[in-house]
Structure formats: C-alpha cells, structure tokens
C-alpha cells in the first residue's frame, strides 16, 4: 500500500502524522510511505531522516492526498485537505466530527473511510489512541493556565502554589479521567489546592487513593459544580463522551458568580467545549476575556510541544496503523475495537455519537463493511 503523510497546516501544529522511527516500520511492512517536504521540521526530522528511513520525500501535499492509498495525520483534514480525498482511501487521524459539521459534510462527500484515533478502543473499553494527547494536555492546561494568571496577561495575579505565608491557588478540575488525572498530578506538584469534580464514584475512590489526600474530590452535582468555580482561580474543564459534542458544565451566567481574573482552560474545545462562552483559539492568540473570566480554549494543545506529543502519538497508533495498511478495510472488519474507530465510510456515517450531534442517520459499521 501506499501511505502518505502530509505536512500538519493548523495554526501552529508542529505534530507530523508519521515520525522517522514510524515510517522504518511502514517500510519493513512492505510499504511506500511517501512524506511531505519539511512535514517533520517541527520536531527536528528533516528530509534527510525520512529518506534514510526509506520514505520519498514529495514537494506538495496534494500529491499525497491524490496519490496515495491511506493519509496518516495528526489534526482533522482542513477545507483545502478534505476537497483532495477521494473513495477508496483511508484517513488515519484525530477527527472530532461532532462539533464541526463542515468537515463532517466534506468527508461524506469525498467518499473516504475515516478512521478517528480519538475514538479506536481497547478491550478495556479505554481510548488508547487519545489517551496520550490527553496525558499532554493534561499536564500543559496547568502550564497555560499558570501563565493566564499572570496579571499581565489579564489573570488575578496568583501564583499557583503559593509561597509559605501565602495561601496556594485553587485548582477546580471538572472530570477525573486522563486529562483530569494528569492535570491533578501537574497541579498538585506545584504546591495548589486541587479539586476533582466527577460523577463516578468508583473513578473518585480510585482518584483518592491515587492522591493519598493531596487532592480533593467531590460529586459533581449542580451545587458542588458552582461552589468549586466560584471559589477556584483556575477551572480546567476535562470531560468528555467519546465521539460526542461535550456537556456544556459551566454556563455563561455562572461566570457572574466566579473570581474576576479567575482563568478557564477548555481542553474539551476539540469537542466543541464543555463552557457555554468557550470557543476555539489558536497558540498565536490563545485567549479571551469574557465577563472578566480569561478563556483558555486552543484546540491542538499538545501541538505546543511536538517533540513529546508527536513520539507519544506515534507510539500509540503504529500498530493499528500497520493493521489498516498490511490487510486494508479487512482490518476493520476483523478488529472490533479499530472498528469502533470508523467514523465515516464512503459517504455515511457510521459513529452514534456523531450521528445524532450532527442530525445524520447512523449505519452500523458492520453493516457498510460488508458492503464494501
């Protein structure tokens, strides 16, 4: 098979869809795996690495996205990316459809079969190809939101862990799962007061004993959800329901109640947010300010950090990834769990979740597959 990876063209992403150590394993599978020029600069992978790894080194990325067999990227496909896609290929990347119907509209028409890291499953029930993006932004919303509170960039002026005299900040942190753990162990290594807010009591005893009483937890119930962001300085909102639109916790009158300068870092914005005011930012201008509350909502957090979060995530798909290109579409059809990664097959949908966020009648990919 042929596989192609692109250069990532979302406002600074550094991530590159396949490493040098990734395209030597496509490459000993038999493979042509063809790479956009300057596609890994952002983590210090020149051609030169590619082409010792055995991959071409191509000069566009349409050549690519019309030549190959199967894209392997980071990001979802842009306007320019999706309009390039044809039936018969497979899309191996991160997608979160359910909040952008655009790009939803443009990979049902292109006819491709996309696959969406974020929601491959393991017999766990866990999300093995999200889990380490979610370990990143974890661990940077607690940077980010650290720097948000800086008063010259419009925050209250806390320092987070306090200094001895002076009371620490407080960390609200609304979902225990990856994001909300990793967040946590950030925080609380900087010496905050930190919170998690759950609805699963056995993930809050599990949480507990983790934290050995270094961290908080609590019920999310309405009353326990505003108590702890009206008192908190910085809020992380970490839940999510795989492949679906995120909960909307946090309203936008529920900001009269909270700290003015207080700091929101969204990293449920990929799925649309999990607060009413938020919307996607960038990292060239990351925030914005809302009835005094700074917004934190980038939606490619870990693309900050590309050396980490782009060998984290090779490490995490390669081997589905050489499933999909050693036996194609059979691939899916015998593992159930890369299966649960279909997200839309020449022109339907085939993911719950997407398809009633975004009013599309839902196939089952068992069904399609057979089709095909």
Same mark, same amino acid.
């Given at each position: ?15 590159? %869809?396949?490493? #040098? ?10 493979? =042509? ?78 006819? &491709? ?8 499953? =393991? ?44 009371? #620490? %900040? ?22 905050? *007061? &930190? ?13 507990? *004993? ?54 929101? &870092? ?15 930012? +960038?990292?060239?201008?990351? +925030?914005?300010?809302? *009835? ?13 950090? #590309?050396? +980490? ?7 995490? +798909? ?16 015998? *593992? ?34 057979? &089709?095909?």
């Amino acid at each position: 098979m042929r596989v192609g990876c692109p250069r990532e063209i979302k406002n600074h992403e550094y991530r590159v %869809g396949l490493t #040098p150590a990734a395209v030597r394993e496509y490459v000993a599978h038999g493979h =042509d795996v063809w790479v956009e020029t300057k596609a890994g600069l952002g983590i210090g992978a020149d051609d030169a690495a590619y082409a010792a790894a055995g991959a071409k080194v191509v000069a566009t990325a349409k050549d690519i996205l019309e030549k190959c067999d199967m894209i392997v990227k980071v990001k979802e496909p842009q306007p320019s990316e999706w309009c390039l896609l044809k039936d018969g290929q497979i899309l191996y990347t991160y997608l979160h459809l359910a909040p952008d119907p655009e790009q939803t509209k443009g990979l049902i028409e292109s006819g &491709v079969t996309a696959v969406a890291y974020e929601t491959v499953t =393991d017999e766990r029930g866990s999300l093995p190809l999200l889990a380490p993006m979610s370990e990143v932004a974890g661990r940077l919303s607690i940077q980010a939101g650290a720097v948000s509170l800086q008063k010259a960039n419009g925050g209250r002026g806390i320092l987070l862990g306090g200094v001895p005299g002076v009371a #620490p %900040g407080k960390v609200t942190i609304l979902g225990g799962g990856v994001v909300g753990l990793h967040a946590a162990r950030m925080a609380v290594g900087l010496g905050a *007061d &930190v919170v998690i807010l759950d609805r699963s009591l056995a993930r809050l005893r599990q949480l507990d *004993d983790l934290f050995a009483g270094r961290v908080h937890t609590r019920y999310s119930s309405l009353q326990a959800l505003e108590e702890e962001v009206f008192s908190a300085d910085l809020v992380i909102g970490a839940v999510l329901i795989p492949g679906a639109a995120a909960p909307k916790l946090v309203t936008r009158e529920m900001l009269s109640g909270m700290k003015k300068g207080a700091v929101i &870092v969204d990293v449920a914005i990929d799925q649309g947010g999990c607060f009413e005011t938020s919307h996607a930012t +960038t990292h060239s201008d990351p +925030t914005y300010e809302i *009835d005094g509350v700074i917004h934190y909502c980038v939606a490619n957090m870990p693309g900050a950090v #590309p050396v +980490t979060s782009a060998h984290a995530l090779n490490n995490a +798909t390669l081997h589905h990834g050489l499933a999909l290109a050693d036996r194609g579409l059979g691939a899916l059809v015998e *593992d159930k769990h890369l299966r649960n990664g279909l997200n839309v097959h020449r022109g339907r949908i085939t993911n719950k979740a997407v398809g009633e966020a975004l009013g599309y009648q839902v196939h089952s990919s068992e069904s399609v597959l057979a &089709v095909a």
